[in-house]
């Protein structure tokens, strides 16, 4: 009986101590479990900035009238190039609204030529005609007057210049007579576009 | 009877081993800790080169010694970016990228082109990602065991499609790495 009654306590002590040495290494697995390590490195980060604007000079919101075929009119513009970032090309996009066939007409409808001055263009007029005290260059060959993207060329596109433009807006020689009494307005959007990726 | 004492009395000893081993590890947790199961991540140097006036299709490219310290070895390795919770370079597909690569020898700089060569051998540990803050990013063949040196080299860019609203933006990025 006795041995009986101590096997019974026995069993529970074996329990017991079994119970604490669980919890005992649960405790311990548990002070490692929970272990990391952090560090860290920083640094700014800064984008840059690239802008056009245009003038002082800006003639191109001045219109024309009474345009017979075989007529030109010469518009100046000044493209500034600034910001943080280099230019690497710069387009044109050409718009009509209203428009007519003096603008969808590619053949004996308008056509656009842009030259630079290296220095301001000297204005006389109205009506207004330009001419270059320095040295001049074709930025668009001779075009519809309607395009868009169109590349530019010559441009100087450093940061912190300006191109002096002369924009001449033409109706050829062979426009007929439907082309009488009619009217466009071109909206001209000059965009630069930043130089290729580079690696820092 | 003695050998219900001799039970009892190995059972209390079993106890207070236990008790001990157990006062032993929460008394002097640090000394067990670095000396036996726990590495230490560390970088020497810590501020990188500034970035300035990136630009759509730009990457820069900065080094980074990531150091084991300690003893033992991490599991894993994870990076979280942070600085960039109210930035626009944080925004994803047009946002910030980054990549990180490590060499198996110190990288080196070529001065004139400003490449970054490796004359050892080159391991991708994060693939280009679109980075977004604090987001949590597993780093792979690192050999995080306590007394090595990870050299990697970290390029950060914008892709080529980037727009305007990046333009004249400035954040300031943490690299936080934990190891576990």
């Known amino acids: ?200 | 009877m003695p050998l219900l004492r001799r039970l009892l009395a190995s059972a209390l000893v079993v106890v207070a081993a236990s008790a001990l081993c157990v006062c032993a590890a929460l008394a002097s947790a640090r000394p067990l800790v670095a000396k036996s199961h726990h590495p230490r991540l560390a970088i020497v140097h810590r501020a990188l080169a500034p970035v300035a006036n990136l630009a759509p299709g730009d990457s820069a490219r900065r080094t980074l010694d990531l150091r084991y310290r300690g003893s033992g070895r991490f599991a894993t390795v994870v990076l979280r970016v942070k600085g960039l919770a109210h930035s626009p370079l944080g925004s994803g597909s047009t946002g910030l990228r980054l990549k990180i690569e490590r060499c198996s020898r110190a990288w080196k700089r070529n001065s004139r082109t400003r490449a970054y060569a490796c004359q050892g051998k080159r391991l991708a540990v994060l693939g280009t990602v679109a980075i977004r803050d604090r987001q949590r990013l597993k780093l792979r063949h690192l050999s995080p065991r306590a007394g090595r040196t990870d050299h990697l080299l970290l390029t950060l860019g914008l892709p080529a499609q980037a727009g305007n609203t990046l333009e004249h933006q400035l954040a300031k990025l943490v690299y936080a790495f934990t190891g576990s």
């Open chain 1, 1 to 200: 009986m006795r041995l009986f009654t101590s096997g019974s306590t026995l069993h529970k002590l074996i329990a017991s101590v079994a119970v604490l040495g669980a919890a005992a290494a649960i405790a311990g697995l548990g002070t490692y479990a929970t272990f990391t390590s952090s560090t860290s490195a920083s640094h700014t980060i800064a984008t840059g900035t690239l802008t056009l604007t245009s003038g002082p000079t800006n003639r191109l919101g001045t219109g024309a009238s009474l345009v017979a075929a075989g007529d030109s009119m010469q518009r100046a513009i000044d493209l500034n190039y600034a910001g943080s970032i280099s230019f690497g090309s710069a387009t044109l996009t050409t718009t009509a609204s209203p428009s007519s066939a003096l603008d969808t007409d590619a053949t004996d409808g308008l056509h656009i030529v842009i030259d630079k001055c290296s220095v301001a263009w000297t204005e006389s007029g109205p009506p207004y005609t330009y001419t270059c005290g320095g040295s001049t260059s074709t930025v668009l060959a001779s075009s519809p007057v309607i395009g868009t993207g169109t590349a530019l060329s010559n441009l100087t596109l450093t940061a912190g210049t300006t191109d002096h433009l002369r924009v001449t807006v033409t109706l050829p020689g062979t426009a007929g007579n439907s082309l009488q009494n009619l009217s466009s307005t071109i909206a001209y959007t000059f965009t630069g576009v930043q130089r290729a990726g580079t690696s820092q």
